[in-house]
């Protein structure tokens, strides 16, 4: 490391280095590799180091957009107000040529120029899937503990029948999996597959992907399994029933990787946690009474909300606002100008400097794709605040006090 200033309180490097570059965004943290050769092999090569910076990034929601001839990828930071850059196309490709299929651990499988790559955003590392144009869907992406590996899960469908293929990335082959239970194998769940998860992606939460609760035919008074679950380390399905039966429910991963469900309608929102996966046991942790109506809501992994409301009464849906509710005493210290063609999505990115060895297997360029420029004119946006906004704080319930 550089000599200290003369004279200068030293902090010692080890201080430095865990407990505060571990917390820094990914540039500066590439810059610091300048400082010294230590330095250099630690931040560009210490796996130990990259899982802990991976650990402490924010993960923040994407949005997409398409601005005169450029169509872009952002996260939305809403502490800061700021859309930071995650990949760009120009007007050369066609109107739905960019968009995000599934997140996971820093990684993205996008489509972009027609085709669908794996794209790690802070690494600049990008890999044609060939494997993957010829599915129907993709259903998630997410790491296979035992073996180390990445996969992705997709659905081919064959004589009008869900089956379920593995790639694990750099392996150069689809694997068979087999068929979800009957209700997600067949009919017109079938057909609508590839729209449901486009608009509701899967959750990964737990080492298992869930599926969003669906409404199905029931047959007398009981209750049928309305969730698919696919447990990533066995590969293989479960169906089970939603803990609420609400009219608009969104899924989420907790901070400590447990799934979290908050169902919201008119005017208030239900946290619930999964507790017990094994007997299915859930609780309802508290109730928020929002002050407005909104029309989405997507949850946050600390159990924050973030919502879009109507600007007024006579806007419309072109004008927005967008805030942050906190999930424990629903306070919300700033709202956001928002507009219909900034398109938040229901999935997130948390920035990684991790390497993986399967770009390289993928792609014959070492991992990058240098022709095709989603990483050229990348720049930060600022999000305009509302100045007429006074921050608030809405009902926070508890359980108990919802039996009183």
């Given at each position: 490391?550089?000599?200290?200033?003369a004279?200068?309180?030293?902090?010692?490097?080890?201080?430095?280095?865990?407990?505060?570059?571990?917390r820094?965004?990914?540039k500066?943290?590439?810059?610091?590799?300048?400082?010294?050769?230590?330095?250099?092999?630690?931040?560009?090569?210490d796996?130990?180091?990259?899982?802990?910076?991976?650990?402490?990034?924010?993960?923040?929601?994407?949005?997409?957009?398409?601005?005169?001839?450029?169509?872009?990828?952002d996260?939305?930071?809403?502490?800061?107000?700021?859309?930071?850059?995650?990949?760009?196309?120009?007007?050369?490709?066609?109107?739905?040529?960019?968009?995000?299929?599934?997140?996971?651990?820093?990684?993205?499988?996008?489509?972009?120029?027609?085709?669908?790559?794996?794209?790690?955003?802070a690494?600049?590392?990008?890999?044609?899937?060939?494997?993957l144009?010829?599915?129907?869907c993709?259903?998630?992406?997410?790491?296979?503990?035992?073996?180390?590996s990445?996969?992705?899960?997709?659905?081919?469908?064959?004589?009008?029948?869900?089956?379920?293929?593995?790639?694990?990335l750099?392996?150069?082959?689809?694997?068979?999996?087999g068929?979800?239970?009957?209700?997600?194998?067949?009919?017109d769940?079938?057909?609508?597959?590839p729209?449901?998860?486009?608009?509701?992606?899967?959750?990964?939460a737990?080492?298992?992907?869930?599926?969003?609760?669906?409404?199905?035919?029931?047959?007398?008074?009981?209750?049928?399994?309305?969730?698919?679950?696919?447990?990533?380390?066995?590969?293989?399905?479960?169906?089970?029933?939603?803990?609420?039966?609400?009219?608009?429910?969104?899924?989420?991963e907790?901070?400590?990787?447990?799934?979290?469900?908050?169902?919201?309608?008119?005017?208030?929102?239900?946290?619930?946690?999964?507790?017990d996966?094994?007997?299915?046991?859930?609780?309802?942790?508290?109730?928020?009474?929002?002050?407005?109506?909104?029309?989405?809501?997507?949850?946050?992994?600390?159990?924050d909300?973030?919502?879009?409301?109507?600007k007024?009464?006579?806007t419309?849906?072109?004008w927005?606002?967008?805030?942050?509710?906190?999930?424990?005493?629903?306070?919300?210290?700033?709202?956001?100008?928002?507009?219909?063609?900034?398109?938040?999505?229901?999935?997130?990115?948390?920035?990684?400097?991790?390497?993986?060895?399967?770009?390289s297997?993928?792609?014959?360029?070492d991992g990058?794709?240098?022709?095709?420029?989603?990483?050229?004119?990348?720049?930060?946006?600022?999000?305009?605040?509302?100045d007429?906004?006074?921050?608030?704080?809405?009902?926070?319930?508890?359980?108990?006090?919802?039996?009183?």
């Amino acid at each position: 490391m550089a000599e200290a200033a003369a004279g200068a309180p030293q902090l010692p490097e080890e201080l430095i280095i865990w407990e505060i570059l571990t917390r820094l965004p990914v540039k500066p943290v590439l810059r610091c590799r300048a400082v010294c050769r230590s330095w250099r092999r630690c931040l560009t090569s210490d796996a130990k180091f990259l899982r802990a910076h991976h650990s402490r990034q924010p993960s923040l929601p994407l949005v997409t957009t398409q601005e005169g001839r450029e169509k872009r990828i952002d996260a939305m930071d809403h502490r800061t107000g700021e859309r930071r850059p995650v990949a760009r196309t120009t007007a050369t490709t066609t109107a739905d040529d960019l968009d995000v299929l599934a997140s996971c651990d820093g990684l993205l499988v996008l489509i972009a120029y027609g085709g669908i790559y794996i794209y790690n955003p802070a690494t600049r590392q990008l890999a044609l899937l060939p494997l993957l144009s010829y599915v129907s869907c993709i259903a998630g992406l997410y790491p296979h503990r035992p073996s180390g590996s990445y996969r992705v899960l997709c659905c081919v469908k064959t004589d009008d029948r869900a089956v379920y293929h593995v790639h694990a990335l750099g392996s150069g082959e689809l694997r068979c999996v087999g068929e979800p239970p009957e209700l997600w194998a067949s009919g017109d769940v079938v057909t609508m597959m590839p729209m449901m998860e486009f608009l509701n992606p899967h959750v990964l939460a737990g080492g298992r992907l869930y599926w969003h609760p669906l409404k199905l035919p029931v047959k007398g008074d009981g209750k049928v399994n309305n969730m698919l679950v696919f447990d990533t380390v066995a590969e293989s399905f479960r169906h089970v029933i939603s803990p609420v039966d609400g009219a608009c429910i969104e899924l989420f991963e907790t901070t400590d990787g447990t799934l979290g469900l908050y169902d919201y309608n008119g005017g208030t929102a239900d946290l619930w946690v999964l507790q017990d996966y094994e007997g299915w046991v859930w609780s309802l942790k508290h109730r928020i009474k929002l002050q407005m109506m909104p029309f989405f809501l997507l949850p946050d992994t600390n159990g924050d909300m973030i919502v879009l409301s109507k600007k007024g009464e006579n806007t419309g849906l072109r004008w927005q606002y967008l805030q942050n509710i906190s999930g424990t005493d629903g306070s919300s210290p700033r709202r956001y100008e928002w507009n219909v063609f900034l398109k938040l999505k229901k999935l997130r990115f948390k920035q990684s400097l991790v390497r993986h060895p399967f770009f390289s297997m993928e792609d014959d360029n070492d991992g990058a794709v240098d022709e095709k420029p989603l990483f050229e004119g990348l720049s930060t946006v600022k999000v305009d605040l509302d100045d007429n906004y006074e921050a608030r704080t809405e009902e926070s319930v508890l359980p108990s006090q919802l039996q009183e």
